[in-house]
């Protein structure tokens, strides 16, 4: 009777035993197979497609992650300003894995925020003149007339690029000139943090420092006087620029045919007008550079703009910044204000000068996009036009905080910083994003290497 119940006892415990270490085997396989990274990227993936799904069945209705991708905008927007960049390169990674729109939607969105923000950009700096330059207006229209064509036949030529670019070399690409960017424009920006670390002390040696700082601003200038000093000349040549290169991208139309004529997407018409865009910003160019009057950007001391002049024909400086910065901002699908930013404070152009003066240039280039895509039949119009609204505001506020804390503190290195901080997170996204996008092609099987433009 021992022995059975022995018996039963031990058969009891072995069955108990296989179930639970079958069960556990069981167990354990999803949890190792969880960790895997290729995992977690197809559930990151399923997340998106999800909430793209979501997205289309609503018909663009404000869900809970449109109002969260909106209240990041609006913080997005407000740095962005402060740095007189476009904030491209943190909408577009916002909208496509906060709110899960597709990369095309999102750029048209990007195209009308970044507008948005830029108009309150140039309204507010056409109405500022700086004692500290001389009370001369903050934006370098020099500079601007010289730039804008070269920057905007840039963007085509990168725009070819990417189309031709595998999506892994242009994630990679992206990464490294803008961490490039990053680092050197935080030095620049340390750097002029010392040197206005040591103006103001002398100014308290001196003594001067308290009547200074009530008598004069160092970058709003009187706040009574906002008369608009605008050199109409030059400023009918940046829209008759803008009118001509658009006019061009209306009638070619892009590589899918849309377009206000019907012409052959990629056919021997299309490349024909493509290519006008080179004598035009050649010829644009070279009205400014045959100029008798001397390029004399706006720079922090005598010596920056000794050292630009000794740079050869230093007029040329620009237009071929501008070039790099469009052909990058075309590849990276961004504007080229955020590229732009960093070149100009290399060269020497005060922080102040360049933001201002970059929001300027990003408003011709933003705009021209933004009134194709309305041309063009844009859907969601009206949710386009609440984002740019958004970010209006934002940038209002983002500008009267930032230029506050100048006056203040007398340190206009805080926009060499707040450029830092925006080209720092818009590395870690728009990377994180590209590589997202690169693993998905991997997965799925796609032909990952250079492609044919058309």
């Not at 354990?28 to 399923?46: G, K, V």
């Not at 830029?118 to 601007?144: E, P, Q, R, T």
């Not at 500008?399 to 007398?410: E, F």
Request: proline content about 3%.
């Amino acid at each position: 009777m021992d022995n059975q119940k022995l018996t039963c006892l031990t058969l009891s415990l072995s069955i108990f035993l296989i179930t639970f270490t079958h069960s556990q085997a069981k167990q354990t396989e999803p949890i190792s197979d969880a960790l895997r990274t290729d995992n977690f990227l197809n559930q990151t993936y399923q997340w998106l497609s999800h909430q793209r799904a979501q997205l289309q069945e609503t018909q663009f209705k404000f869900s809970a992650p449109i109002v969260l991708a909106g209240i990041f905008c609006f913080i997005a927007a407000s740095i962005s300003s402060a740095g007189g960049i476009g904030g491209g390169g943190l909408f577009i990674p916002i909208l496509t894995l906060v709110a899960g729109l597709d990369l095309r939607t999102a750029s048209s969105l990007s195209a009308f925020m970044v507008t948005g923000g830029s108009v309150a950009n140039v309204m507010y700096n056409l109405c500022i003149k700086s004692s500290k330059f001389g009370g001369k207006s903050l934006i370098d229209y020099d500079i601007a007339l010289l730039s804008e064509p070269c920057m905007l036949l840039g963007v085509s030529l990168g725009v070819i690029c990417n189309l031709a670019f595998p999506e892994w070399l242009t994630t990679i690409l992206f990464a490294l000139f803008l961490a490039w960017c990053t680092s050197r424009s935080c030095k620049n920006g340390l750097v002029r943090w010392e040197m206005e670390s040591e103006e103001l002390l002398r100014l308290r040696n001196d003594g001067e420092y308290l009547e200074q700082k009530e008598i004069e601003a160092p970058l709003l200038g009187t706040k009574g006087n906002c008369k608009l000093g605008i050199p109409w000349k030059k400023m009918g040549v940046l829209v008759l620029v803008w009118c001509s290169f658009c006019l061009v991208y209306l009638l070619r139309g892009n590589r899918y045919g849309q377009g206000i004529t019907q012409i052959e997407p990629c056919g021997m018409a299309y490349w024909v007008l493509s290519s006008i865009q080179i004598p035009l910003a050649i010829i644009y160019t070279a009205w400014m550079l045959c100029k008798k009057e001397n390029l004399q950007p706006h720079t922090l001391n005598q010596k920056d703009i000794q050292d630009l002049q000794n740079v050869g024909p230093s007029k040329l400086v620009f237009p071929s910044m501008a070039l790099l910065a469009g052909i990058l901002g075309g590849v990276f699908g961004i504007g080229g204000g955020m590229l732009i930013s960093p070149l100009l404070l290399q060269v020497g152009v005060a922080p102040e000068v360049t933001a201002a003066t970059c929001s300027f240039m990003v408003f011709f280039s933003s705009s021209m996009s933004a009134f194709q895509y309305l041309l063009l039949g844009m859907e969601h119009a009206d949710t386009a036009l609440i984002f740019a609204i958004v970010c209006f505001v934002a940038s209002l506020l983002g500008l009267v905080v930032l230029q506050r804390a100048i006056k203040v503190y007398g340190r206009a290195s805080l926009i060499v910083f707040s450029v830092s901080i925006v080209m720092a997170l818009s590395t870690v996204l728009m990377t994180t994003f590209g590589a997202l996008e690169v693993w998905r092609d991997f997965v799925s099987g796609n032909y990952m290497g250079f492609k044919q433009p058309c």
